[in-house]
């Protein structure tokens, strides 16, 4: 199938498609004329790294990774006993992740409180622009 195809099976964007491949992650036959030929199984791993990208990991740890998961249409596992510790150092990061922003939460929130009860009214005081919203 073309990348067009795989892209409307998986829901995924033919420039996020591209993607993988650079990233090692997808590797799909190149014809004579050049056009990308993708498998059935490739429906399925892109699933995959989309499942591995939800889970937290970096394309760079999913390409090293993914040739030793299973799949059998249910879920996802480890193929071998070896990439479960290189699951749980993920884990173990992600962990370090989740604290450093409950951290920065609790420093948010002594400031929120430290506001003072009444309001500042001295021309220019608060004339700081905000910063615009991150597409999402």
């Given at each position: 199938m073309r990348i067009g195809d795989l892209s409307?099976?998986?829901?995924?964007?033919?420039?996020l498609l591209r993607y993988y491949e650079e990233q090692g992650l997808l590797r799909p036959v190149r014809r004579p004329s050049g056009y990308r030929e993708y498998r059935e199984g490739d429906v399925r791993v892109v699933q995959n790294i989309r499942t591995l990208l939800g889970a937290g990991l970096s394309t760079r740890t999913?390409?090293?990774?993914?040739?030793c998961?299973?799949?059998?249409?249910?879920?996802?596992?480890?193929?071998?006993?070896?990439?479960?510790?290189?699951?749980q150092r993920e884990r173990e990061r992600i962990d370090r992740a989740v604290a450093d922003l409950q951290a920065a939460?609790?420093?948010?929130d002594g400031i929120i409180t430290a506001s003072p009860p009444y309001?500042?009214?001295?021309?220019?005081?608060c004339s700081a622009e905000p910063e615009p919203e991150p597409a999402g």
């Open positions: 409307r099976r998986t829901g995924v964007s033919v420039r999913i390409a090293a990774l993914l040739p998961m299973v799949d059998d249409g249910l879920v996802l596992a480890p193929a071998c006993s070896g990439t479960l510790s290189d699951l939460r609790v420093a948010l309001d500042v009214t001295e021309a220019g005081a």
